[in-house]
């Protein structure tokens, strides 16, 4: 009990930007290197988003001031109220909550987040095969993917959908990993990636998730890995500043669609630490696409947008997706390379965008 409230207090001091500099990096180094808390973390973020989505934080707040008949000096998000042993067990029930079982919803989950919190996904049928016969013979690969990937001809290779993409996926290596939003290939058994572009389509196993930061990593079959080449973008290596430009490649309709914005909050949904809100338009399709800096480094990943706001769109932080790439590393082995990945100074910004297109993928189910 006494390491839980420990914890309870770190995590109520980090959520809540009450750490220094120096001890937010090494709780974050610590989350990276202790499974075990990053789970009790990710527990802690569920649960704080379904007090606070559902309005239940205040009303359970206004209830312990009553009892205990004077304001609370400092509202914790873990409720450790001065009655602790009176209230039969409050932080026990929560410690096995948190240890055996988890009770509550996706942080991400529109039932408690409301309904101006919209995830960008299509969730109507992918097109069948007779949908994609007018795909099905084109055998031209653009000048441009050609320079990014090498097709072997003898790659076997699925017939190309034409209908609308569930969400979209990018290459994080040239391993044959992939990432997208965790919404997005749920539940999906062999989650099928392809691009027009490059005239591929194959299908791919969802080898790790974690739904609390609404994050998939998918692997295509090892014959596929010498298709690519080095990944022609790496994780930004600065903090994002507010009103930085930024820009997406995605698929909200059959085509990829590039779309720029600038950076507009430090914070998301409800100033949820582990995303950033984004001044950019965004539709169904655009989930798991990933978001650029003007430079072309890799940011973030689109999960979502509020829809009773225009164009505000929600990232996952370039941090979090680093922690959740060294979190699979030590939980499950996954060992992503990105030793080769690489960010090219481009003097047309045109030229980036076709250099980057060959690497970000339509998801079908």
């Keep these: 009990m006494a390491d839980f409230e420990k914890n309870i207090d770190r995590f109520d001091a980090y959520y809540q930007h009450e750490m220094s500099a120096e001890q937010r990096v090494l709780f974050e180094k610590e989350l990276a290197e202790n499974s075990a808390l990053n789970q009790e973390w990710n527990n802690y973020k569920k649960f704080i988003a379904d007090i606070k989505l559902a309005a239940e934080y205040d009303d359970f707040t206004s209830f312990i001031q009553t009892l205990n008949k004077k304001p609370t000096a400092k509202k914790s998000l873990i409720f450790k109220p001065a009655f602790y042993w009176p209230i039969v067990g409050i932080a026990a029930t929560l410690a096995i909550l948190f240890t055996v079982v988890n009770p509550f919803s996706d942080l991400k989950n529109e039932s408690t987040a409301g309904n101006d919190y919209q995830k960008l996904v299509y969730t109507q049928p992918t097109a069948t095969q007779a949908d994609s016969d007018d795909y099905a013979n084109e055998s031209a690969v653009s000048e441009n993917a050609t320079d990014s990937i090498t097709l072997m001809a003898s790659a076997k290779k699925l017939e190309i959908h034409s209908g609308d993409p569930a969400g979209t996926a990018f290459l ?66 600065k903090n994002i500043s507010l009103g930085e430009d930024v820009f997406t490649l995605g698929y909200p309709k059959k ?103 060959p690497f970000i993928f339509e998801v079908h189910l």
């Design 172 to 237: 994080i290596s040239n391993e044959g990993y992939f990432i997208t939003a965790y919404h997005v290939v749920e539940h999906a058994e062999l989650p099928v990636l392809q691009n027009k572009d490059l005239n591929l389509t194959f299908e791919t196993s969802v080898i790790w998730s974690d739904s609390a930061s609404d994050m998939a990593i998918l692997k295509c079959h090892d014959d596929l890995t010498s298709h690519f080449n080095p990944v022609p973008f790496k994780f930004i290596r």
């Design 255 to 357: 085509d990829i669609v590039y779309t720029a914005g600038v950076i507009s909050s430090e914070t998301g949904y409800h100033s949820d630490t582990t995303t950033f809100e984004v001044s950019l338009p965004s539709n169904p399709g655009y989930s798991g696409a990933p978001l650029f800096t003007r430079d072309g480094d890799l940011a973030g990943l689109i999960t979502a947008n509020n829809s009773k706001k225009q164009a505000v769109t929600y990232v996952l932080k370039y941090t979090v997706i680093q922690r959740q790439l060294k979190s699979a590393e030590t939980v499950d082995g996954i060992v992503i390379s990105m030793a080769s990945n690489f960010t090219k100074r481009y003097k047309k910004h045109a030229d980036l965008i076709q250099a980057y297109r």
